[in-house]
């Protein structure tokens, strides 16, 4: 029996579709492994087409993307019900993704500014999104409820399995198909198609011990090839963040920005990192700590760079 | 006895009054006749430096095989083959009688000359008398340059006006201040005094200059000389030298070098002491102004049998003292100092006022706060100090000055003191003052206990792991304290904690194997990405990094659960035992319910 | 009137609804066209440090 | 009806926790706000434990350890120190007050000191009004609710 999936993104961007495309000519193999019934970005399949569908005929879902609006719930909401597998697939649906960093703020602030105060507005009438619009005299217009919160998918409904990645490797949505097809999938709740370990693993970069005596930026200095970034100062969120990726930004000499999300039994990757950090500093005294502290630029985000949406506090508090 | 210095081929024979003696040829007379045992008085001779014959008072009558007879200098008058030498009768008696006449007349209160005068029976000088001390002896010119190495003292003046000075009468760099030139004046008249600190004077009580060559103290193990070497001329110089040349069994190296030692042990027992609180930022107890001030250490030297002075108790210009105020609690129970009680003091200053009646019969004054006595035996020795008469005053000194007011302190040391129990400030005049300064902490505790691993407290006494149950063990396995190192204790006490220590090892090792904590960390090797993070972090070395397995591991023997390294993990493979973040984590959901 | 709704619109790079109303003629009365997509980037770039602008807005669209 | 602030405690088995007890057995009488939560070391406090208690409604966290040179674990007390300052700077981030979070060093000896602590830091949390995370966080979920489709039961997120 073929399997039956449906693949959707809610707020996301589209690249783990493309991720799944990325697979090249085994997109063929998942092709003759499964029906696909759902796949805005490369098939033609309509949501009134789910929802004739009897609830759990579908296999499995693929949903990436936030939850950043009613719509993206509502599907959310309507696939779960369709499908026996829920997984969320890539690190908005994961852990809210860069789209999660929007809970710094509220929904008001952010509409303010996109559609009134930024530089680039030209809107002298004012107009915003509204939710119900009146076409005509009697035909009602709905658009989608710009939410205060983004959330991953999990906040949201029950989530079988995650894929991480910004985007995913796609090689690991292949295997995490495979293992789909296969029925060798692990415990519910499980994270699949991504290591165990934390991405230093299978970092090749020289590890040794560490004592950080000042934070650098990108442009501050030229990163020694082959030794750990955090070791010479630069933020690296490796140390708490799945291996699997296959250290694609480290080999393109970037310090990992934590996209493959915390491993299991951690519940704040970015607080996590931020204890891990603040450990190793050298010195002992108030004020030298301070000037190291300094040059942390906007340290919550940049641990939180993916997981901002599924950390303890979640958001900004209002 | 003069070693053979190789010129041994041949034997000179010789006879000095009427005996007969074979000495090496090179030998002088005065080596032949202390080879008898016949004693011919030397002013200007030591063995250590070229004979000078100047003073002559060694001159002896020699008589040749052809019956000539002359007047020599044994000092420098080589033996010849079977000449006679008569060292003491008449015509040398008659001459060194002169000698000692004229020198006697130049340095009429000279303690050897007076010696000398009397052995010849001089009662009365015949020439005009004068108040010198030096008899241009020229040992200690000699000595300079021959051994030292040095010219810092010389002859100047020539005939009545001849003396000894430094350069152009100034202080001079030349001198190293090693004493030897004091050391072998015959008169005393040349005195080491360290113009800059007081450690000449108060080291040895100004009884000498400071030796080189020293046994740290009598029951020092091991019981071996060492040469300082910041005192000892030939480090200085490369003069002298002549320990090497007087030690028969050749142990004297100058080549030898400090050197580091690697030992593995299974365990360490920490034993490093305490240091004394030095009493000289006490500025109003004169500590180094007075010369009479000593602390406890120093007095304990002065009264040592093996001490410079022999165990005999005197004050800096010789003389036994009469009165002597023994201060407690300097720099402890102090605010500002020391909070805790030193412990020892009380004892041994009881000690110290017994031993100073006996030796001295001075009277003997104890200022205390409160006297601690607890301990087998020593309240009853209070009781008996309390018999023989000592004087104590409770209260704490305030100050002690050499200025006299009153009558009965001229040339004293005047102790200010608040007598608590009659409620009035009294001064004591006294001649000595010791001080009994706080036991401290050794300034490097805290370096050495991170080396160790072990815990210092806010006293900088090393902590140990639990005041009851385990006074000698330390938080790091493996690790004992014992002594002073630990807080402030007298002997016994000590003793009692070395062994107990030594026992802790003997049972750890006769055990075979140890007990480890048991809410240690532990690291799922299965998990574990290798970032080592946590290696820097433990303060015990319990982490290590397995480089085959590229994965960080604990070594649960040497864990102590502290958690650090747990809180410090970013991936959470580190488990803290029985403190999990599960169980800490419930904990907090549990408390805000 | 007749209205069709063609939601989503698919084979392109977001969220995409078409309302489209028919008169009686079946001739096209008036059409809508919603894209639900904003996810503020706008604001929340704002503090980001320079270097990770490049990094954080490439997840506007990764098709 | 006053406010109480709940403050949740972290203290250190050698010095703060038993300061905690001395300040018992000395009948030292202290703010009934402070919920402790023992420690082995100042330095196993990870700072996800002080989001977790925010997150789970506590108005003011206080870790205390032993004074700098003093922690039985030697130095666990400066990584302490060093987590809780990028956790103050982190703080106000989310939105919470920094003085919501302390870290004081507290003897054993020192059970008046703990009382003293413990009373200023309730009074300063006081200050600064209820945190009522979960409620606010409810609060700004409130309008994000799908305005047609039925509503289901939300999940939580909570099993990740």
Redo the contacts between chains.
Sequence with gaps: MKLKIAIYWGAACGGCDVAILDTHEKILDIAAAADILLWPVAMDFKYADIRRLEDGYLDVAFFSGAIRNSENEEIARLLRRKAKTMIALGSCAHTGGIPGLANMYGRDEILDRVYRSSESTVNPEGIVPEERYMAGTDEELELPRFYNNVRPLDQVVDVDYYIPGCPPASMQIYSAIGLIADDMLPKKGSVIGAGDRALCDECARKKGEKTINRIYRSHEKVPEPETCFLEQGFICLGPATRSGCGSRCIKSVIPCRGCYGPLDDVKDQGIKMLGAIASVLEPKDEKSINAILDTIVDPLRTVHRFSLAASILRRKKA | MMKANGKSEGLIRLEIDGRTVSVPDGSTILDAAKLLGIEIPTLCYSPLIEPYAACRICSVEVEFSGGKRRIVTACNYPVWEGIKVYSDNAKVRRIRRMIVEMLLARCSSVGVLKDLAAKYGIEEVRLEKQEEKCILCGLCVRVCAEVVGKAAISFAGRGLHRRIATPYDRETEDCIACGACALVCPTGVIRVEDTEGRSVAHEELQLGPPKAVTVPFLQAVPNAPYIRVDRCIHFQTGGCGHCAEVCDRDAIDYEMKDEEIEVDAGNIIVATGFELFDPSVMGQYGYGRYRNVLTSLEFEHLNSASGPTGGRIMLANGDAPSVVGIVHCVGSRDQRYHEYCSKVCCMYALKYAHLIKEKTKAEVYNFYIDMRCSGKGYEEFYDRLLAEDVRFVRGKVGEISHVPIGEGEEGKLVIRVEDTLVGIVRRIPVDMVILCPAMKAQPDA?EF??VF?C????DGFFIEKHPKLAPVST?TEGIFIAGACQGPKDIPETVAQGAAAAAEVLSLIDRKEIEIEA?TAVIDE????????C???C??GAIS?DEQK?VSVINAALC?????C????????IK?RH?T?RQ??S???G??R | MKRIAIDPITRLEGHGKIVIFLNEQGQVDNAFLQIPELRGFEKFVEGLPVEEIPRVVTRICGV | MNFEPRIVGFLCNWCSYTGADLAGTARIKYAPNIRSIRVMCSGRVDPVFVVKAFAEGADGVLIAGCHPGDCHYQEGNYKALRRYLLLKRVLPEYGIEPGRLRLEWIAASEGERFAQVVNEFTEQVRGFGPMNFKDSLLESMKNDVMIHGEPETQATGEQR
């Design positions: 805290k206990s991170r691993s815990s210092v407290g806010r938080t809410a299965e998990r574990c990405s290798g970032c080592r993070i290696n820097t972090l303060s015990f990094f590229k102590k659960g502290c958690g650090t747990v809180a410090a993990c970013p991936q959470g493979v803290a403190f973040d800490i984590v904990e907090i959901e408390i805000l």
